[in-house]
């Protein structure tokens, strides 16, 4: 089973709807992260947590607002979706103190 | 976090070695050299870092210059399936935050 899936790994929307996309990891890590990625670019950081209690704004935080249910849960909204996030989305874990980072599969969406 | 230079793009024959090749000259003597690589449109994936001594693990070999101004990723015996932008990356331990990805080496291994 994998360490940390994304869902949905898809998902068509249009314009003006919330959208949440969701992570969870098993690997017992404390820190998340949620990132974006558009074609050709590098990844982009919107938010990150480093426990559940801890949520901080990262490059690309305007639009989009995060929860961390718990340790292992770490969602992703886009309160009202447009064109322009449309987007590949990264969740990632990692362990305090080190920086590999663990990827999940990623998410698609397009905002019509 | 120090800025990394690599070429754009490599060719490698399938069953040979891979070596790509990252310059950091700017390393400061806490940072770090990490390496990701991401296969098409799937999520980065950790392969190796290495802070001065060489490195090797069951994907491939980190070899540091002594004066840490470059290093090579070296993936031993390349299959179709290494093909793949690869990310050097150097960061301090702790600095947990965002990792900067640049721009990579896109590597294609080639039957």
């Known amino acids: 089973d994998a360490d940390v899936t994304q869902t949905p790994r898809n998902r068509i929307t249009k314009t003006g709807k919330r959208i949440m996309l969701e992570c969870s990891q098993t690997?017992?890590?404390?820190?998340m992260y949620w990132y974006r990625q558009d074609p050709g670019l590098g990844l982009r950081l919107i938010y990150y947590?480093?426990?559940?209690?801890?949520?901080n704004k990262g490059e690309i935080s305007d639009g989009y607002s995060v929860s961390r249910q718990a340790q292992a849960k770490f969602s992703l909204s886009l309160e009202s979706a447009i064109p322009n996030q449309t987007a590949l989305y990264f969740c990632?874990?990692?362990?305090?103190?080190?920086?590999?980072?663990?990827f999940g599969p990623g998410t698609r969406l397009t905002v019509l | 976090d120090a800025k990394t230079t690599q070429p754009t793009s490599m060719d490698c024959a399938e069953g040979r070695a891979a070596n790509l090749p990252c310059n950091h000259s700017?390393?400061?003597?806490?940072?770090?050299v990490y390496w990701y690589r991401q296969i098409h449109s799937q999520g980065p994936q950790y392969i190796i870092h290495?802070?001065?001594n060489n490195e090797t693990n069951e994907m491939a070999s980190l070899i540091i210059t002594e004066d840490r101004k470059s290093s090579t990723l070296i993936l031993p015996h390349a299959t179709l399936r290494d093909t793949a932008v690869y990310y050097c990356?150097?960061?301090?331990?702790?600095?947990?935050?965002?990792?900067?990805f640049g721009s990579g080496t896109q590597l294609t291994v080639l039957p």
């Open positions: 990632a874990t990692s362990g305090v103190g080190n920086n590999e980072q663990f």
């Open positions: 690997k017992g890590h404390d820190r």
């Open positions: 947590s480093f426990d559940v209690k801890d949520i």
């Open positions: 700017t390393i400061s003597g806490n940072e770090y």
């Open positions: 290495g802070l001065k």
């Open positions: 990356i150097a960061r301090r331990v702790g600095s947990a935050r965002q990792l900067t």
